[in-house]
Structure formats: C-alpha cells, structure tokens
C-alpha cells in the first residue's frame, strides 16, 4: 500500500511547548498508510493526539519530526487537495447554505458558475437541494453538519479529514448521517480519515480502525473490518461486527489501565 498511498506518514511525531515552556509530547513514532479512496477511522482515549494527527495531516500545524506525504508530497501547508469537516459546522450565520457551501471556492478564486453547479450537485447528493437559500439558523445540526460536508467537498478534493463530525448529535440523526457519509463516500470516490469516540461507528464506516494509545499517542494497532459494503444498519448485528467492535473496546481498556498502572494510579 505505501507506494500507492494517498498518505504515507512515517515515524511522526509531535511536541507542544506551554507557555512556561514545558514539552508536552502529543504523539509518538505515528507510521501509517492510507490508501486513494479507503476509509480509515481512529479511534482513542481522550487527549491522545487524535486531532493533532489530523491537524498535521490537514497542513494546519507541523509536525515535531517524521514526514508525512499525500500523494507523494509532502505536506508543508494546507493544500487545495484536502478537504475539512471539524465537530462543529462552522457555517456563518448571515449566510445561506448554498453561500456558506460556496465559501471555499471563493476564496481560493475558483470559476463562480462552474462551483455553483458543483455545489448545487453537493447539496442535491446530501438532501439539502431544497434548503440552498436557507440559513443556518433554520437548519437542524444534522442538516448543519450535511452542509459542512458539502462545503468541504465543493472545491473536489481527494481527500477528506474528519473530526468527530457527528459527536453532538443525537443518537438516530447520528445513525443517519453514519448511513449517509458511507453514501457520499461511495458515490464520490474520495479517501476519507475520520475521528470518532464512538467504536461502533469506527467499526460501521472504516476499511480499517486504527487504535491509538493514551498521550503520547501511538498507533496500536490497526485492525481491519471484516464487513462486506455497502453496509446497512443491520451489519451491527452481524457476529463479525460484534467481534471487532469487541476486540477494540478490550484494545482500549487495557491500554488505558496499563497507562493508570505506570503512572501509579488504579491500584488502590
């Protein structure tokens, strides 16, 4: 997969100065390869470095050391080529939808009526097509968060950071946005890296669950999932779900007690 890979990170790591200059080491030796057009998840404790990971990915900060390449080059800043969807949707509030799914385009100057179309192609692919001249206000977070997705789309990457996109919404629209996500990935064909709390949704959407440490983060393992696409809501039933989602909750615990262990708590 290296040679081929969409992002190839290599030996990375990542160390935070504080203001009374104390290291604070986020992520340890990261090596990882994700290949043009898979669908990766992470999942991790707390306060691992899983958004820093993706913030180094995403060219917004740099790494300590290591390298880290996306299709071959390496990644000094953000590049046109990689697209963002935080927690929060981020829309401007004075904005429409189709203006806030614009806003991208416009400002790297692309071609208005060429991205217009595109955008209203997004809107039409996420179930907004009837929302275009409606403002965020007037959205649910569900909606909110489709119109974030096509905002990062608009300007056709290749590929697609995501962090904890769905974690504060409820646990049906979640479900939804999980069936719709996996939709938007297979009709659009990009690589998609995201950050989830939620291990059944890790196991649901992911190729492959990457697991991380408690700080400093490292990769544990990486384990692949074993579900044939596409995948409907009744995969959660199957055996094999049950089993990875099985091994990656015992993978966390006794990581996180091993780390309570050295740091001489947990034992009474």
């Known amino acids: 997969m290296g040679s081929n890979a969409a992002i190839q990170i290599s030996h990375l790591d990542k160390i935070f100065l504080t203001v009374r200059n104390e290291r604070v080491h986020a992520l340890s030796d990261i090596s990882l390869s994700v290949a043009e057009k898979e669908f990766v998840t992470i999942v991790g404790p707390s306060g691992c470095g899983k958004s820093t990971l993706l913030k180094i990915m995403a060219g917004l900060i740099p790494a300590s050391s290591g390298t880290l390449r996306v299709v071959g080059q390496p990644v000094l800043k953000p590049r046109r080529d990689i697209g963002i969807v ?39 692919m996420v179930g907004l097509a009837d929302f275009e001249n409606k403002y965020p206000g007037e959205l649910s977070g569900g909606m909110q968060q489709r119109a974030a997705i096509s905002r990062a789309l608009v300007c056709d ?5 995501m962090d904890e996109p769905f974690g504060a919404l409820d646990a049906m629209t979640r479900e939804q946005m999980n069936l719709d996500l996996q939709r938007i990935w297979r009709e659009s064909g990009k690589t998609i890296v995201l950050i989830t709390h939620s291990i059944p949704e890790a196991v649901f959407l992911g190729d492959r669950v990457v697991v991380m440490t408690p700080r400093p983060g490292r990769i544990a393992c ?47």
Do not use: C, H
């Not at 829309?91 to 060429?114: D, F, I, K, S, Y």
């Not at 990457?157 to 950071?161: F, K, R």
């Open 157 to 161: 990457p290749a590929i697609l950071l």
């Open 86 to 124: 935080f927690q929060n949707p981020i829309l401007l509030p004075w904005r429409t939808v189709l203006e806030n799914v614009l806003l991208p385009a416009e400002v790297q100057g692309l071609p208005a009526a060429a991205t217009k179309a595109r955008a209203r192609d997004l809107l039409k």
């Open 222 to 268: 990486v384990i692949d999932v074993p579900l044939k696409r596409p995948r409907s809501l009744e995969a959660m039933g199957d055996p094999a779900f049950g089993r990875t989602s099985s091994d990656i909750r015992r993978l966390l615990y006794s990581l996180n007690d091993a780390t309570l262990v050295a740091e001489g708590g947990g034992l009474g």
